[in-house]
């Protein structure tokens, strides 16, 4: 299953919510499907996508916040996972991107592809609406199923270690940072 495909299958949701991506391969292939000014890239900040999501989760509570992350971005950040759990906001969906790679610096395997089991850890956190897809069509679905629950999800989609041919985008990093607290003001005054 391509990541690209997967973010193509739920594109239009995320115009609903807040929307704060990893570095790399996953900010590059959301971009590459239209800018919105309620996306995040989180350049230069690996593993704190979901410590960012959980923040905006807990900020904003009347607004789905979804996390586009990766399984290397995860590992660096474990602790996210349980400290996620203990708030459960109903509001957080974190998708993580699993393709065994750290595919963004050079492709090197990351622990899940030694065995590491990203729903196992998400589950033992206590967070109980955790799940593994490897199909698009089981990621559309569980995508769309968490977003319309009021429950804290983590999805765990297993990707080909693939990406796009340039990690260059071509927003304005430093403008995507104050278009987006503007938006993030904007929904949290409703």
Known sequence: MQR???????????EKGIVVSI???????????????????LQHAMGLASST???LALAVPGQKVIVLDGDGSLLMNLGTLSTMA?????NLLHIVFDNESLLSV?????ATSTGTDLEGIARASGIRRAQTVRTCGEFATAARQALAANELATIVAKVEATGPTKYVTDLALLENRFQFARYVRSVAQR
Request: charged share 20%.
């Open 4 to 14: 690209l495909d997967c973010l193509r299958a739920i594109y239009p949701e995320l």
């Open 23 to 41: 570095m790399g391969a996953v900010a590059a292939e959301l971009q590459s499907l239209g800018h919105r000014e309620n996306f995040f890239y």
């Open 53 to 55: 999501g959980l923040g």
């Open 86 to 90: 203990r708030y459960a906001p109903k």
């Open 106 to 110: 050079g492709g090197f395997p990351t």
